[in-house]
Nanobody, 119 residues
Framework: QVQLVESGGGLVQAGGSLRLSCAAS????????MGWYRQAPGKQRELVAT???????NYADSVKGRFTISRDNSKNTVYLQMNSLKPEDTAVYYC?????????????WGQGTQVTVSS
C-alpha cells in the first residue's frame, strides 16, 4: 500500500515562510513526477509546482519567485519552501506523486495539510 504523508502546514503571518514535506512510503519501484496542488475554500484544486525525477521544474505563475520545490529521491520525499506568503496562499495543500508500484503506474494523493496566512 502506497502512502503519501504531508507535514509542515500551519498558521503564519503575511510575509512569513513555511516548508512543506511529503514522504512516499510502501512498495515503490520508482517515482516519476512529484508535485504540490492546493485548494482554497470554494475553489477548484490548482497546481502549485511539480518536479520530475530528472529535476525539471514547473510553477504556477502566482507562486513563481516565492515558492521552491525540491525532492530527495533517496528518501522518496518532495518539499515545498514557501516564502513571502500572502493571504491568498491560504488553502489545503496536497502532495501528488506519479509512481510505479505493485499496481503499475498510478497517481497518488496525500491527505492534505492546511496552510493559513493571516494579513
Amino acid at each position: 500500500q502506497v502512502q503519501l504523508v504531508e507535514s509542515g502546514g500551519g498558521l503564519v503571518q503575511a510575509g512569513g515562510s513555511l516548508r512543506l514535506s511529503c514522504a512516499a512510503s510502501g512498495r515503490i519501484f520508482s517515482i516519476n513526477l512529484m508535485g504540490w496542488y492546493r485548494q482554497a475554500p470554494g475553489k477548484q484544486r490548482e497546481l502549485v509546482a511539480t518536479i520530475t525525477s530528472g529535476g525539471s521544474l514547473n510553477y504556477a505563475d502566482s507562486v513563481k519567485g516565492r515558492f521552491t520545490i525540491s525532492r530527495d529521491n533517496s528518501k522518496n520525499t518532495v518539499y515545498l519552501q514557501m516564502n513571502s506568503l500572502k493571504p491568498e496562499d491560504t488553502a489545503v495543500y496536497y502532495c501528488n506523486a506519479a509512481l510505479f508500484g505493485t499496481l503499475g503506474l498510478r497517481a497518488y494523493w496525500g491527505q492534505g495539510t492546511q496552510v493559513t496566512v493571516s494579513s
